[in-house]
């Protein structure tokens, strides 16, 4: 019984090549972060004067 539970899972069949790891792949360069902070006065700077009534 033991036996054919291993042959269903295919543990005693020399077919089984185990497959070797997929090389990580290099991590992108990580790219400036803009805050919340640094588009405001960036908004503000290129903002067009406020008309006074």
């Known amino acids: 019984m033991e036996q054919e539970i291993k042959n269903a899972l ?3 069949s020399p077919e089984l090549v185990i497959e070797s790891k ?8 990580p790219k400036p972060t803009v805050t919340i902070y640094d588009f405001g006065a960036l908004l503000s700077k290129h903002e067009p004067p406020k008309k006074q009534r």
């Open 10 to 12: 295919g543990l005693g």
């Open 22 to 29: 997929p090389k990580p792949e290099p991590e992108p360069e």
